[in-house]
């Protein structure tokens, strides 16, 4: 297993230090920065990492490992990934509630079905709402070359439908999918998650974002105060 999965999901930090210690040495101290974290909860596991490593995991990792794990067991917990509704947050909110992050967040959140007998997904927050853009990416496994999942592409937007203001915050949510899922899904108690239409909502793992270059052109930064409740934009977006 990767150094950087154990560290995210081992919940003790003396069990944490053995795991890493044994990892960097078999690697012989060539360390890649996408396999650790710069920040975790333990100061102890912080002060093994070198600086400037970052909880950095493909989208293949994110949908085997981390949102499989939380599909089948809601208890699980990773060290860099905290629990949101989006609904209720604001995309400038989300910083400070995730664990970790400095230019990307990290986080589990439920997928709320607009109406109970449809397939439609509730993305209006009070400000605004997140609108998807482009189509759904497919994700393989690099092993097997099947599929495991479907990442979607969002942008928020100020104010109501069907005239919103594009903002620069962006979302990448992943999905369980193809006979991946239904390999394990259908063998447990989650069916609803692989049968969408039998469940009024289900888990999803969210990397939320913000192109930097305009937000820091702007003196409301990540919170738009109540004098300007118009998050700034690109000009030269349509």
């Keep these: 297993m990767d150094p950087q999965l154990l560290l995210d999901c081992f919940p003790h930090t003396t069990t944490i230090t053995h795991r890493y210690t044994a990892a960097a ?3 012989n101290n060539n360390y890649n920065p996408n396999y650790t974290t710069t920040t975790t909860t333990a100061a102890a596991s912080q002060q093994l990492l070198p600086p400037g490593f970052r909880f950095h995991p493909t989208d293949e990792e994110l949908i085997t490992y981390y949102l499989l794990k939380k599909v089948m067991d809601s208890t699980f917990s990773g060290r860099a990934i905290a629990e949101v509704d989006l609904n209720k947050c604001e995309p400038w909110h989300l910083p400070e509630k995730a664990k970790m992050g400095e230019k990307e967040w990290y ?4 997928r709320d079905r607009k109406y109970p007998t449809g397939l439609r997904t509730n993305r209006a927050t009070e400000a605004g709402y997140w609108k998807a853009t482009g189509k759904d990416r497919e994700i393989y496994s690099t092993k097997t070359s099947a599929l495991v999942g479907m990442k979607k592409t969002l942008v928020f937007y100020r104010g109501r439908a ?12 992943y999905r369980l999918d193809g006979k991946f899922a239904y390999h394990y899904l259908s063998r447990s108690s989650k069916v609803p998650y692989f049968f969408p239409s039998l469940s009024s909502n289900y888990v999803v793992f969210c990397v ?4 930097w270059q305009t937000v820091f052109s702007s003196p409301y930064l ?5 004098q300007n409740q118009n998050y700034p934009t690109k000009n030269n977006e349509n």
């Design 107 to 110: 986080f589990f959140s439920l």
């Design 208 to 211: 939320v974002f913000c192109h």
């Design 162 to 173: 069907p005239k919103g203001e594009k903002s620069n915050w962006v979302m990448h949510e």
């Design 222 to 226: 990540l919170h738009p105060n109540k």
């Design 25 to 27: 040495a078999a690697d």
